[in-house]
């Protein structure tokens, strides 16, 4: 007797029972009644160490994060749990740290426990090299593995992404536009994302007839001074930009920081172009134009795709958000 | 057959035998052949489903927090899940929001998982009627309760906290020493630890014979643009003041901004104090002089108390950490 025979008998979806069974608001009083009377009638008293004992499931996600104090994946975490926990499931928390053989045991760890699927936050768990992700392909034959905006192709993976790529390069079109044409671009990531973000980039400069100049694109760490220091070493060298776009806002917080010290003017002198639109957007003196990846969609989407997936419904393997480019004081448009 | 049994054979601690199921690396290699040997007599097979059936322990614990995109919070889940997870224990994380009925929602929730204990993460779990906080009281009859800066006394009920009081206390003297006489104190919570911060307040101001004027302290939401705002609105109703103190640094990152908004010189003209020591401190410019209230201390301490309740030692029910006073660039200190 478990959850799959009520679902069956009720002939509602299993998303449907967990949700009565947690008591989620978001079922109709005749589904309620329904689902409450089959299970009556079958006796089932649920059971959330059942999967443990090969009887159904226990009710619970494995979330892997490689840091949950990294703004962007505290607020993904936030949601995940949140939207897993409004179907019945609870989360299981990994934080994994990014070396590959850690996150590999976490993997494992996880796939020990039995968890009914995996959710990969963040673009950090897929590897450069094919080899590295056999692990997951491997695991997806067994249970769904949900990717937060990274992309592995296999056949029980699923992936919800934003579109990075567009993101930055209109954000870096509407900056040639706005008169600027020495941009500079710096990343923190050659993830997934990252290499997305930098050909949004490369395109904009492209289709604008910009030269692309590989001393105006720098790898820098996920670090407010680190991005400080870095540009005020390129102006010291020389180097002429009148822009700097970034992969993460914490770096456009050093960009603005840079030209403080330096008593640039922005945006009349210098335009700077933040991502993520966290709260350090706001923190600085003018407060930052940056790119809304819209991790709350993207969360709910993932939840809502997995629901889907054991419900057994044709879900995509693949959904793409649009981010948001909010303008605030450091661009001119 | 349980991991109890395995640890009083092999006479090492639970902790121990967890420590040797999960490949922690911290033991010896003598206890691990004992340990692994003793499993082999008695035919031990770890189940981590055990527990749900009565028989032992799922080695699991529920993580309580009110939301975990703040900062604070995201860091101490962070190291609260690293350090169970280095004792071989899972952590289900629940992201409550601040209502009481969610919180108690969320506790029973946990409490029927069978979870072995429940952290309750930063202070707001506890509420200012005895009443409120009975259902922590009566669970802690049965497993322990961990709380990570927050106070409630009971029989199996474990504190780790901050001295916050001290830590406003110093800060503020030093800001008096240094010349300030009209010191703002901008506070988010009455919680525990916010009460705390508040009588640091008061006490310096007394101690150093300075008058204690309510209209020098006001709630403010825990936001950048809301503490900007108020302080503009009090420099604008004529309030005279020379330093802003915080009960956290977004709010300390607003009145950067207000002084920017008026033109008022930092130091020199307004002494800025935040509290966290989180990255916001360094968002701004000039940088937030602000306390460190040693959130990973706090959290390693607080899992090393459980391991000491499951082994049975007689462990302290409160242990308080000093904070430390980060100094940059928002002080004459």
Known sequence: ?????????????????????????????????????????LGYTPNVFARGLGLGTIQ???????????????????????????????????????????????????????????????????????????YIIDASAEIPIMLVNGYLKGDNIYCTLCDDRM???????????????????????????????????????????????EEYIHNCRKDVLSARDLLLELHNS????????????????GAVKYAHATGRSIPDDLSIVGYNNSIYAVCTDPELTSIDTKVEALCTSTVNTLMGVFNGGNVPSRTTIAADLIKRATTKF
Do not use: W
Request: proline residues 2%; charged residues 25%.
């Open 238 to 253: 020389g180097l002429v930009f009148d822009a700097v776009m970034t992969s993460d806002d914490t770096l456009a917080v």
């Open 60 to 134: 619970t996600i494995g979330i892997m994060c490689s840091d949950s104090s990294d703004p962007y994946l505290a607020h993904a975490i936030y949601f995940l749990e949140r939207e897993l926990r409004s179907y019945g499931y609870d989360s299981i928390l990994c934080c994994t740290g990014s070396s590959l053989e850690t996150k590999r045991q976490y993997f494992d760890l996880l796939r020990s426990k039995k968890v009914d699927a995996i959710i990969l936050a963040g673009s950090k768990f897929i590897e450069m090299k094919a080899k590295d992700n056999q």
């Open 167 to 213: 993101a930055i390069q209109t954000a870096a079109g509407k900056l040639i536009a706005s008169g600027c044409r020495d941009i500079l671009y710096l990343y923190t990531s050659n993830s997934y994302s990252g290499t997305n973000k930098m050909k949004g980039y490369r395109d904009a400069l492209t289709t604008h007839g910009l030269p692309l100049r």
């Open 1 to 41: 007797m478990n959850i799959y025979d009520v679902s069956e008998k009720a002939k509602v979806s299993i998303a449907t029972v967990s949700r009565v069974l947690n008591g989620n608001p978001n079922v109709s009083e005749k589904t309620r009644t329904r689902v409450l009377e089959v299970m009556d009638e």
